[in-house]
């Protein structure tokens, strides 16, 4: 799924999109961080999240990718 991260520059809007979350979420950091432009939105083309809120999306996901892989291999999966 395609990822699109904007942000606001001077008087314009940039824009770029990416193939991957994580991706995104680099392209979003650098943007703010080394070159300090404002108004950074990550949209996974339904909703569109800040980089604070793209970041707790992402955890909470993995969390529940990790959660749904240890209940896919049972009790027995870490030795018990």
Not at 65 to 73: G, K, N, Q, R, S
Request: proline share 2%.
């Amino acid at each position: 799924m395609p990822f699109l991260v904007q942000a606001d520059v001077d008087d314009h809007t940039l824009a770029v999109t990416t193939e991957t979350a994580k991706e995104a979420f680099a392209k979003a950091v650098e943007w703010h961080v080394v070159n300090r432009f404002t108004n950074i939105s990550i949209t996974d083309g339904a909703i569109s999240y800040s980089i604070a809120e793209f970041s707790s999306e992402m955890a909470l996901k993995q969390i529940a990718d990790t959660v749904e892989a240890d209940t896919a291999l049972g009790p027995n999966a870490k030795g018990k």
